[in-house]
């Protein structure tokens, strides 16, 4: 896969890609990464980039024809050709379809993905309606720039492309994971789960976990990890961690994401795909709340 950073602040992007997962993914070549700095595609002295708002209005504006120059510099498909070519342009924007992981997902099955980073008021709408396949927000709340957003882009996907991470066991049992999954008591494989996103989006990716994997997390939020000591500043790892059997800690840990997801983000639980089990816990977690 390659990745585009379309910026006109190309420095920025020293730093965030250059560690651990996608430091590892580029140099092992499953990922290659390029920064474009937008003002080599301005013709002025001045290498401008923005502009005034026609009609008036505050601050200043990205301009279409360095944006629509460097895209077509990339010799990236025509737009209508560009899905079949596997290959998207996204324009990171505060308005866009709101970033999620089988969003990642999806972008994850690209041979390229253009990433382009917006800077004072915005761009030029033209951008996103002729140039740009999406337009994508990292949440509801503004940036200065869209370089943060498309690094945090970079980062999700890079991880979810096969051979990214190590132990591929363990991104299907984190937080919002929506591919296949043993779920449940009799380790039955569950079909893939309609994954919580609000666009068109594929579901989840990774192939399905081998019984290894003790608990995949179905949408829900991760289970909680516990490493030594066994005990710190007289806080004890729970006992069922430790007494070896594999079958209650697969069920505490099921039970725990349930409890954390009911908790913190209890709108996943209308969208995730819970086993009879998980039904029979959510019972138990309810009846303990109720005591
Ligand atoms: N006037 C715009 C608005 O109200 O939606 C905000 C412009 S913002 C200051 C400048 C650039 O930051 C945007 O063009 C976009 O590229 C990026 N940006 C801001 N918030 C973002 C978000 N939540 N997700 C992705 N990109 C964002």
């Not at 250059?18 to 002025?44: C, F, N, P, S």
């Not at 502009?51 to 498909?77: I, N, T, W």
């Not at 989006?201 to 516990?226: F, I, K, N, W």
């Not at 709108?267 to 005591?291: H, M, P, V, Y």
Request: aromatic fraction near 6%; charge should be negative.
């Amino acid at each position: 896969m390659q990745i585009d950073f379309i910026t006109i602040f190309p420095d920025f992007f020293r730093g965030p890609l250059d560690y651990g997962i996608i430091r590892r993914a580029r140099e092992a070549g499953l990922v290659k990464i390029e920064v474009r700095d937008l003002r080599v595609h301005t013709r002025d002295r001045h290498r401008t980039v923005d502009d005034r708002p026609f009609g008036g209005g505050e601050g200043m504006v990205l301009k279409p024809e360095p944006l629509f120059e460097c895209v077509e510099s990339l010799k990236v498909a025509p737009r209508e050709e560009r899905a079949a070519a596997r290959q998207s342009v996204v324009l990171l924007s505060a308005q866009g379809l709101r970033f999620d992981q089988a969003l990642a997902a999806e972008l994850a099955e690209l041979d390229r993905l253009v990433l382009i980073c917006g800077r004072y008021e915005g761009v030029d709408e033209r951008v996103g309606t002729h140039l740009a396949d999406r337009e994508i927000s990292i949440g509801d709340y503004v940036l200065s720039g869209g370089e943060l957003g498309a690094a945090v882009i970079a980062d999700t996907v890079v991880r979810l492309i096969p051979g990214a991470v190590g132990n591929e066991a363990s991104t299907r049992q984190e937080s919002f994971f929506a591919g296949q999954e043993i779920n449940g008591s009799d380790s039955k494989v569950e079909d893939a789960h309609s994954a919580p996103s609000q666009g068109s989006v594929a579901q989840g990716r990774l192939r399905p976990s081998t019984p290894d994997s003790t608990c995949g997390s179905g949408g829900l939020l991760d289970y909680p990890h516990y490493t030594r000591p066994a005990e710190f500043r007289g806080m004890k790892v729970p006992e069922v961690l430790v007494n070896g059997n594999h079958e209650e800690i697969r069920r505490w840990r099921r039970r725990s994401a349930l409890e954390k997801t009911l908790r913190n983000r209890p709108d996943l639980l209308d969208q995730a795909r819970l086993s009879e089990e998980d039904r029979d816990l959510l019972a138990e977690i309810a009846a303990s709340a109720e005591q």
